[in-house]
């Protein structure tokens, strides 16, 4: 497998019509988790996506926690600004959408985790 499925021609599904300005993806692909950026990250996004997923944590209730995904994304339909919310989803925020799955949007092969601990990789990774 490439190292990075977004190079082996997989991307998720996201519903954003315009050209977003960045798509954060988390894989279980690794065993540690995988993330890609596209077209790339800054610092300024890691932290604001960092914040995001942390918040998801706390928000989403167990059902969902519990989630068997592979995958999950974050689009940004544009780049943060100053008092711009962490937390929310929406036309009017940075972030426009969050979502997660698995096969048969995805490839088979990744192993099925809890949305749980895509998470907490993707937190670890981005706020460390």
């Given amino acids: 497998?490439?190292?990075?499925p977004e190079m082996s021609g997989?991307?998720?599904p996201h519903?954003?019509?315009?050209?977003p300005h960045a798509i954060l993806t988390v894989t279980s692909a690794d065993a540690d988790g995988l993330a890609w950026w596209v077209p790339s990250s800054s610092?300024?996004?890691r932290e604001f996506a960092g914040v995001f997923l942390q918040d998801r944590l706390s928000r989403l209730g167990e059902a969902d926690l519990s989630s068997e995904a592979?995958?999950?994304h974050v689009v940004f339909g544009r780049a943060p600004a100053?008092?711009?919310?962490?937390?929310?989803?929406?036309?009017?925020?940075p972030i426009v959408e969050f979502g997660f799955g698995g096969p048969p949007v995805s490839p088979e092969e990744w192993p099925l985790v809890?949305?749980?601990?895509?998470?907490?990789?993707?937190?670890?990774?981005?706020?460390d």
């Fill in 1 to 4: 497998m490439d190292s990075c």
């Fill in 10 to 12: 997989w991307r998720p």
């Fill in 15 to 19: 519903a954003f019509r315009d050209v």
């Fill in 43 to 45: 610092a300024e996004l």
């Fill in 70 to 72: 592979n995958f999950l």
């Fill in 82 to 93: 100053p008092g711009d919310s962490r937390v929310q989803v929406g036309p009017d925020t």
């Fill in 114 to 127: 809890e949305l749980r601990a895509l998470l907490m990789s993707a937190v670890q990774e981005l706020l």
